[in-house]
């Protein structure tokens, strides 16, 4: 089985931190809301389990990996920074977030 141990922990949330604040300065967003961070590791924690099942069972060279739900942090962050600068503000709420992760339900993993 495939080492997922990343997932849950403190590096892998820094990782997370570091991708959300280079993804919102791209669009001028100054400040964030630290829930979404929370949030974030929420959703990885509630959907582990079964996203470890789903990789597993794939060849390896199919299995996705660190870098690919830090990918999906960046597209959750794009589309949430889109909304605030649609509202002209230059903070990212959890608000923001959570449309963004409600558009992208199940698009996003392993975060869903």
Excluded at 11 to 39: G, H, K, L, Q, W
Aim: glycine residues 0%; charged residues 35%.
């Amino acid at each position: 089985m495939p080492d997922f141990e990343w997932m849950e922990s403190r590096d892998f949330r820094n990782e997370i931190e570091r991708m959300v604040e280079m993804t919102a300065e791209r669009y001028r967003i100054r400040r964030y809301e630290r829930a979404i961070i929370d949030s974030l590791m929420e959703h990885l924690v509630v959907n582990r389990r079964m996203r470890i099942i789903q990789e597993s069972a794939k060849p390896i060279y199919q299995q996705r990996t660190k870098n690919d739900a830090l990918n999906s942090v960046r597209i959750l962050i794009e589309d949430a920074s889109r909304f605030a600068i649609e509202d002209k503000r230059e903070v990212l709420t959890l608000d923001d977030f959570n449309k963004a992760y409600s558009g992208r339900f199940c698009m996003i993993w392993p975060f869903c």
